[in-house]
């Protein structure tokens, strides 16, 4: 937004300003004039305040995992000037370290990614499926359903959580026992329970969200894809899918970030082993268990801080839009 | 980590997205090849039956199952309303549905408040951009991270010894006694509320950011020629225009702040008198073998979330109407 208003070349003052203002309009920054005033230096300062107050908990956590373990637990990261000390030790530590008493992150990393990336894509397609079933498709009751789906969004997960475990134990268990019999390379807890609770967790919103922007695809190209004799599986595939595509990405990203954050689901479908427990669940344990262990804390939450991090900075424009666009479901 | 363990997790994603793809394409295969005749609602079927199954069984089935063992005592027998006649008399829940409702009155009000006059101050300003990034950054990362950052800033070390906590040391700087904050009662589940509060304002300040841009400037300039100074402006002209959209943050926050468990979970696990209910349900259902308990208490989540259901889907149906 950084247009320069033209400078009115006249000695009129009143004259100057009236053309001021057309001026303003003509490049479309009229609005800079009213709300300049809005922006007083007591607002710059207060909004000043808030930031740094935002930003500081952060960035002193991030400091302090670059810091000697002896540092950081008799010095205040704030000190690090008088306290200079800089090393990967923790990284390296947390990550790769093989002794009984650290984190080993390595393959709870590994977790996380292989249950957010699955756990992203299956609820897509399905929801998106879902989502062109109720823009696209006439039946009864249509309606209710989906209403019925938008409600379903906000009801607590807690409300399913207990019932939907016992079926998986009942359900679940037999057939993966019986993977692990067959590949033993696949342990008895596998992905698969928390694959399955995230997909169904994530498809409410997801189907809602979607629902918006594939509804906006044009009607007359997928009728003239019919036409020409494409099935339903090209239609969707080929046509409706890559007009909707940002829309996806604004939601995928979304559904990606749930998952790799959530703990509640990992703590509950997991079984919390080395196996399928991601990193959320291993954080959460580590500050139970070795609370005061802050250079290995500090160094393991930003292991897990990075890569939605990573996500959050390069795609921040599909991140805010799909924000919006789930804000204003109201 | 051994690398069987890696090649082990290896082929249950490629495995499993595999057969997802397989599952998927046998469905429109199926489609494709059969009889024309009824052909609609075969189209129908695959492609909305595969969501609304999992949302059958996953969500709605089980929510029907919860409300019923609300009702159920440890060994699943009907006990009536002994297990909310329970909630209600035991100090420590009693505390806990306490701490819920000061959770819900604070965090929206407050995150709302500095998100719109965060958004407000950085209107147009230079820099708009990286102020807005800053603050909304918390909202990315996992409430787990969060706790561990917040839990940093509260950490104590004794009086005398050198802070390591940025909050025991200001106090410290500013002439106090450090504290151990986190198990002090009733500070701590305020300082608990500061952390979710710290998340969702970067989402009030991004709505709310939003809907002020489009206020039309024509109003604002039709007011500033009346000679109204800005925090009548700000009042009269941007607050009624963006209504809708502080609905829809104070209704999102409320909803989130009732679910909060993970930093609950994290940074104090419920003791000290900070639990709150989504805590209070795990701890009764998963850890002390009470699935009674924990359903009533996950049913008493879903009254208090149902107001807002029923506004939202008045409004929904309204929009639908209209389309």
Redesign the interface.
């Given at each position: 937004?950084s247009t320069t208003p033209i400078v009115p070349t006249t000695t009129d003052t009143d004259t100057g300003k009236k053309l001021d203002k057309g001026a303003d309009i003509e490049v479309g920054t009229?609005?800079?004039r009213?709300?300049?005033?809005?922006?007083?230096r007591t607002?710059?300062i207060?909004?000043l305040v808030?930031?740094v107050v935002?930003?500081?908990?952060?960035f002193?956590?991030f400091v302090?995992s670059f810091r000697p373990a002896e540092l950081?637990?008799?010095?205040?990261?704030?000190t690090i000037f008088q306290n200079p000390g800089f090393t990967f030790d923790n990284y390296a530590e947390v990550l790769f370290s093989s002794s009984q008493s650290s984190p080993?992150l390595?393959?709870y990393f590994?977790?996380s990614l292989?249950i957010a990336?699955?756990g992203t894509?299956?609820p897509l397609?399905?929801?998106a499926?879902?989502a062109?079933?109720?823009a696209w498709?006439k039946?009864k009751g249509s309606?209710w359903?989906?209403?019925l789906?938008?409600?379903?969004q906000?009801?607590?997960?807690?409300?399913?959580?207990?019932?939907?475990l016992q079926?998986f134990t009942q359900f679940l268990r037999p057939l993966q026992n019986g993977l692990h019999e067959v590949?033993p390379?696949?342990?008895e807890q596998?992905?698969?329970p928390v694959?399955?609770?995230h997909?169904?967790?994530g498809?409410?919103l997801i189907?809602f969200l979607l629902h918006n922007f594939i509804s906006e695809v044009p009607g007359e190209v997928i009728e003239a894809a019919r036409v020409d004799g494409a099935?339903?599986?090209q239609i969707?595939f080929r046509i409706v899918l890559p007009l909707a595509l940002p829309a996806i990405a604004s939601v995928a990203i979304f559904q990606f970030?749930w998952v790799?954050?959530?703990?509640?689901v990992a703590?509950?479908f997991s079984g919390g082993t080395?196996?399928v427990a991601p990193l959320?669940q291993r954080?959460?344990e580590l500050?139970?268990t070795r609370?005061q262990d802050?250079q290995r804390?500090?160094a393991?939450?930003f292991v897990?801080?990075i890569v939605?991090?990573i996500?959050?900075?390069s795609l921040?424009r599909y991140?805010?839009r799909g924000?919006?666009a789930g804000?204003?479901?109201? | 980590m051994t690398t069987a363990d890696l090649i082990g997790k290896i082929i249950q994603v490629v495995g499993g997205l595999a057969i997802f793809a397989a599952i998927i394409g046998l469905l429109f295969f199926f489609l494709d090849k059969a009889p024309k005749r009824g052909k609609d609602y075969g189209q129908l079927a695959v492609f909305l039956a595969p969501a609304m199954i999992l949302v059958f069984l996953g969500l709605i089935y089980p929510a029907i199952r919860t409300s019923l063992l609300a009702f159920t005592n440890n060994t699943g027998e009907f006990n009536g309303l002994d297990n909310f006649v329970w909630m209600f008399t035991q100090p420590a829940i009693v505390n806990t549905l306490i701490n819920t409702v000061v959770w819900v009155l604070l965090v929206p009000t407050v995150s709302t408040i500095v998100g719109l006059a965060y958004a407000v101050f950085i209107d147009k300003s230079r820099g708009e951009k990286i102020y807005k990034v800053l603050v909304f950054m918390p909202m990315a990362i996992s409430m787990v991270g969060a706790g561990i950052i917040w839990k940093f800033v509260y950490d104590y070390r004794q009086a005398g010894s050198e802070q390591i906590g940025l909050l025991n040391q200001i106090v410290v700087w500013l002439g106090g006694e450090p504290v151990q904050w986190l198990q002090t009662s009733p500070i701590n589940t305020f300082l608990l509320i500061v952390v979710m509060i710290w998340i969702q304002t970067g989402f009030a300040m991004v709505v709310l950011s939003a809907a002020i841009k489009a206020v039309p400037v024509e109003q604002l300039e039709a007011a500033e020629i009346d000679g109204t100074n800005p925090w009548q402006r700000f009042r009269n002209v941007t607050l009624p225009g963006i209504r809708g959209s502080l609905v829809v943050v104070i209704t999102t926050i409320s909803i989130a702040t009732l679910k909060v468990f993970d930093i609950v979970r994290t940074m104090t696990a419920g003791n000290f008198n900070t639990s709150v209910i989504a805590n209070e349900m795990y701890t009764q259902a998963f850890r002390a073998a009470e699935p009674g308990r924990g359903s009533a208490l996950a049913l008493v989540l879903f009254v208090l979330v149902l107001p807002i259901v029923i506004y939202n889907i008045r409004v929904m149906r309204k929009q639908r109407e209209i389309r």
């Amino acid at each position: 937004m950084s247009t320069t208003p033209i400078v009115p070349t006249t000695t009129d003052t009143d004259t100057g300003k009236k053309l001021d203002k057309g001026a303003d309009i003509e490049v479309g920054t009229k609005s800079r004039r009213v709300k300049r005033r809005l922006t007083s230096r007591t607002a710059t300062i207060v909004a000043l305040v808030i930031a740094v107050v935002w930003t500081i908990p952060t960035f002193g956590l991030f400091v302090s995992s670059f810091r000697p373990a002896e540092l950081i637990q008799s010095t205040g990261w704030w000190t690090i000037f008088q306290n200079p000390g800089f090393t990967f030790d923790n990284y390296a530590e947390v990550l790769f370290s093989s002794s009984q008493s650290s984190p080993q992150l390595g393959s709870y990393f590994v977790n996380s990614l292989a249950i957010a990336i699955p756990g992203t894509i299956f609820p897509l397609i399905l929801g998106a499926m879902a989502a062109y079933a109720f823009a696209w498709m006439k039946f009864k009751g249509s309606n209710w359903l989906f209403i019925l789906v938008f409600a379903l969004q906000i009801v607590p997960l807690q409300m399913a959580l207990l019932p939907l475990l016992q079926m998986f134990t009942q359900f679940l268990r037999p057939l993966q026992n019986g993977l692990h019999e067959v590949i033993p390379m696949i342990p008895e807890q596998n992905y698969l329970p928390v694959w399955i609770a995230h997909t169904m967790f994530g498809l409410p919103l997801i189907i809602f969200l979607l629902h918006n922007f594939i509804s906006e695809v044009p009607g007359e190209v997928i009728e003239a894809a019919r036409v020409d004799g494409a099935n339903p599986g090209q239609i969707f595939f080929r046509i409706v899918l890559p007009l909707a595509l940002p829309a996806i990405a604004s939601v995928a990203i979304f559904q990606f970030l749930w998952v790799w954050n959530d703990l509640l689901v990992a703590l509950i479908f997991s079984g919390g082993t080395a196996d399928v427990a991601p990193l959320t669940q291993r954080l959460a344990e580590l500050t139970g268990t070795r609370g005061q262990d802050w250079q290995r804390l500090t160094a393991a939450a930003f292991v897990s801080l990075i890569v939605p991090l990573i996500v959050f900075f390069s795609l921040q424009r599909y991140f805010v839009r799909g924000l919006l666009a789930g804000a204003t479901k109201g | 980590m051994t690398t069987a363990d890696l090649i082990g997790k290896i082929i249950q994603v490629v495995g499993g997205l595999a057969i997802f793809a397989a599952i998927i394409g046998l469905l429109f295969f199926f489609l494709d090849k059969a009889p024309k005749r009824g052909k609609d609602y075969g189209q129908l079927a695959v492609f909305l039956a595969p969501a609304m199954i999992l949302v059958f069984l996953g969500l709605i089935y089980p929510a029907i199952r919860t409300s019923l063992l609300a009702f159920t005592n440890n060994t699943g027998e009907f006990n009536g309303l002994d297990n909310f006649v329970w909630m209600f008399t035991q100090p420590a829940i009693v505390n806990t549905l306490i701490n819920t409702v000061v959770w819900v009155l604070l965090v929206p009000t407050v995150s709302t408040i500095v998100g719109l006059a965060y958004a407000v101050f950085i209107d147009k300003s230079r820099g708009e951009k990286i102020y807005k990034v800053l603050v909304f950054m918390p909202m990315a990362i996992s409430m787990v991270g969060a706790g561990i950052i917040w839990k940093f800033v509260y950490d104590y070390r004794q009086a005398g010894s050198e802070q390591i906590g940025l909050l025991n040391q200001i106090v410290v700087w500013l002439g106090g006694e450090p504290v151990q904050w986190l198990q002090t009662s009733p500070i701590n589940t305020f300082l608990l509320i500061v952390v979710m509060i710290w998340i969702q304002t970067g989402f009030a300040m991004v709505v709310l950011s939003a809907a002020i841009k489009a206020v039309p400037v024509e109003q604002l300039e039709a007011a500033e020629i009346d000679g109204t100074n800005p925090w009548q402006r700000f009042r009269n002209v941007t607050l009624p225009g963006i209504r809708g959209s502080l609905v829809v943050v104070i209704t999102t926050i409320s909803i989130a702040t009732l679910k909060v468990f993970d930093i609950v979970r994290t940074m104090t696990a419920g003791n000290f008198n900070t639990s709150v209910i989504a805590n209070e349900m795990y701890t009764q259902a998963f850890r002390a073998a009470e699935p009674g308990r924990g359903s009533a208490l996950a049913l008493v989540l879903f009254v208090l979330v149902l107001p807002i259901v029923i506004y939202n889907i008045r409004v929904m149906r309204k929009q639908r109407e209209i389309r």
